[in-house]
């Protein structure tokens, strides 16, 4: 039997991830954490994605309020293990408990990007209605 050679998750994977999420939300609103930085920042994590072992958590957070994320993203990584300990009651069917990265999420600077294209004035009189093209 051969394997599927595409890197995109399964179903596990994803179920997975999204259990990893919510525990490490969970974490973070209960003020487990000491640390001056974490506990000041509002935290939104917006995807977690797992490796294909399910043994690498990657959480993809943003800061809000926040103009410079690396002293958030660093303060995450530092506490990673003690954070990594705390999810184990809320995630104990799994056989090992994954590691925890944090990495920032830029997705929502994309976002941003896209929008200020699409209504940069350039865009939106190609997209206008009422342009005639016989002119």
């Known amino acids: 039997m051969t ?23 969970q974490v973070l609103q209960r003020g487990e954490v000491r640390d001056p930085v974490i506990e000041k920042t509002l935290i939104a994590i917006s995807e977690v994605r797992m490796s294909p072992d399910l043994k690498i ?7 809000l309020g926040v103009a410079d994320h690396s002293q ?10 003690y954070i990594r300990g705390r999810l184990g009651p809320q995630l104990r069917q799994l056989k090992y408990m ?3 990265r944090f990495r920032d999420d830029t997705s929502f600077d994309n976002y941003k990007k896209i929008d ?7 865009v939106s009189r190609d997209l206008d209605p009422n342009t005639d093209d016989e002119e």
């Open 3 to 25: 394997r599927a050679t595409t890197s995109a998750p399964n179903q596990r994977m994803l179920r997975i991830a999204e259990q990893v999420r919510a525990a490490i939300t």
């Open 57 to 63: 958590a990657t959480a993809f957070v943003t800061p």
């Open 72 to 81: 958030v993203i660093e303060a995450l990584n530092k506490h990673a293990k």
């Open 98 to 100: 994954p590691e925890v």
């Open 116 to 122: 200020a294209l699409l209504r940069s004035p350039e």
